[in-house]
């Protein structure tokens, strides 16, 4: 049973810095591509946002323009795990973070596209 789980979220002040974790077991994600999406509160899954990706290759596509330069994903195959270091943190960022996996392998930021989703781990980001 293929499993992701997140973890390094948390409460910081603005300006300050995260890094978040998942995880994966069950089977080798390797050729896996990993992403990362955000559901800010009071919206509903379907309204969740493209964060970030990287696809087996190394290949990475950063979502909002509101991120890039501030979050970067990276992932340790050796360790099957994926990471989003997020700096610069800002009171908008406040969501919770999900890490997807996709089969495929490539780089995309269809949710739909990914076969294997975390539970969450909680960003939030007071001003």
């Known amino acids: 049973q293929a499993q992701l789980v997140e973890s390094g979220g948390g409460l910081v002040q603005a300006g300050g810095s995260l890094r978040l974790s998942c995880a994966a077991s069950?089977?080798?994600?390797?050729?896996?591509?990993m992403g990362w999406f955000r559901q800010a509160p009071g919206t509903e899954e379907k309204e969740r946002e493209f964060?970030?990706?990287?696809?087996?290759?190394?290949?990475?596509?950063y979502g909002a323009d509101s991120v890039k330069g501030r979050f970067t994903i990276s992932r340790d195959n050796a360790k099957n795990t994926v990471y989003l270091q997020m700096d610069s943190l800002k009171p908008e960022d406040t969501a919770v973070y999900y890490c997807?996996?996709?089969?495929?392998?490539?780089?995309?930021?269809?949710?739909?596209?990914?076969?294997?989703w975390g539970q969450g781990t909680q960003v939030t980001v007071s001003s």
């Open positions: 997807a996996a996709g089969v495929s392998g490539w780089a995309t930021s269809t949710p739909a596209r990914y076969n294997y």
């Open positions: 069950g089977r080798t994600f390797r050729y896996y591509s």
């Open positions: 964060v970030a990706t990287i696809a087996w290759d190394g290949g990475i596509i």
